[in-house]
């Protein structure tokens, strides 16, 4: 989930760098690719993922 939310933001990001705008103060292309970083790195930490929906995650033989 935090994978598509990631590619996203990157798209979001890729448009404003290619429109040459800015959504206000401090929010530019630059934030939106360093937030698509984040939640990559938290997809990857495991962060976010169904093997840990419940707290069960675990698998019962």
Do not use: E, P
Not at 31 to 51: C, D, E, P, S, V
């Amino acid at each position: 989930m935090l994978a598509i939310a990631a590619a996203i933001v990157f798209g979001l990001g890729l448009l404003l760098d290619l429109l040459d705008a800015s959504l206000g103060a401090g929010v530019s292309a630059t934030t939106f690719l360093l937030l698509g970083l984040l939640l990559l790195a938290l997809h990857q930490a495991g962060i976010g993922t169904a093997g840990w929906r419940g707290g069960n995650w675990r698998r019962r033989r």
